[in-house]
């Protein structure tokens, strides 16, 4: 009743015209690249997924195949600084990024605090009110 032997005619590397084939090149690249990140956690593992999805139609004659192809990458790491926060001689509020290569509170010629970027100066709000 049934084959006994199954052949896939053009081989998975003709399958779809080799794009199935081209996917999963696609996603091993995708792969090494978040390897060779160094913003990426070394030993967290990534996959790529193949799924093949074969539906016959009512005479069984003919099938749709879909293919998905998804990599599993390893999510990039997050960053952080220190920030300080403090009032300038008119009272308002500084938001600065503190250089790492420099002490709190160092001057630098100008007498102003060494190592920090001054955000943009920001009115805040407080209650609600302007």
């Known amino acids: 009743m049934y084959a006994k032997t199954i052949y ?3 081989g998975l ?12 090149d696609d996603a091993i690249r995708l792969i090494a690249e978040n390897i060779a990140d160094p913003n ?10 193949i799924k093949l999805t074969f539906k016959p ?6 099938v749709s195949l ?3 192809v998804k990599p ?7 960053i ?30 100008e007498g102003n605090e ?3 970027k001054i955000a943009p100066i920001v009115p805040l709000k407080s209650g609600g009110k302007n």
């Open 80 to 109: 952080s600084t220190l920030m300080t926060l403090r009032r300038d001689g008119g009272g308002a509020l500084i938001l600065s990024e503190q250089s790492r290569d420099v002490l709190p509170g160092q001057l630098d010629m």
């Open 114 to 116: 060494a190592g920090q």
């Open 40 to 49: 990426t956690d070394a030993k967290k593992t990534r996959s790529v997924t």
């Open 66 to 68: 879909d293919a998905d």
């Open 57 to 62: 139609d009512k005479e069984r004659f003919g």
């Open 13 to 24: 590397d003709g399958l779809m015209g080799g794009a199935v084939t081209e996917l999963v």
């Open 8 to 10: 896939l005619t053009d």
């Open 72 to 78: 599993a990458l390893a999510p990039r790491n997050g």
